[in-house]
């Protein structure tokens, strides 16, 4: 099993991009699904999440500007994010929760992608 992020790049403030993570290889079912960063000197932090049945949670420094989804068919999630800041600045990671059977699950982190607005 693997996540695979695209998308990230650089970007003027107030900008937009959208991130792309997609699961593949051996999956029984996929249960929350979200995204991290980690900026430069600071811990990893959870920027949204996004459960298999749609319910969504976000970090409060993000609220109002980026928006998780997912494809269940697709084995996909996605954060469109407008209105970026500089300190949106980090390296952002996909994470889910996938059931490779059944009985057993592990969560999963995708390598990462490098998201950087400029002023």
């Known amino acids: 099993v693997q996540l695979v992020e695209s998308g990230g790049g650089l970007v003027r403030a107030r900008g937009s991009l959208k991130l792309s993570c997609a699961a593949s290889?051996?999956?029984?079912?996929?249960?929350?699904m979200g995204w991290y960063r980690q900026a430069p000197g600071k811990q990893r932090e959870l920027v949204a999440q996004?459960?298999?049945?749609?319910?969504?949670n976000y970090a409060d420094s993000v609220k109002g500007r980026f928006t998780i989804s997912r494809d269940n068919g697709k084995n996909t999630v996605d954060l469109q994010m407008i209105s970026l800041k500089r300190e949106d600045t980090a390296v952002y990671y996909c994470?889910?929760?996938?059931?490779?059977?059944?009985?057993?699950?592990?969560?999963?982190w995708g390598q990462g992608t490098q998201v950087t607005v400029s002023s």
């Open positions: 290889g051996s999956i029984f079912r996929i249960n929350d």
């Open positions: 996004i459960t298999s049945g749609g319910s969504t």
């Open positions: 994470t889910a929760f996938i059931q490779v059977n059944r009985n057993y699950g592990l969560e999963y």
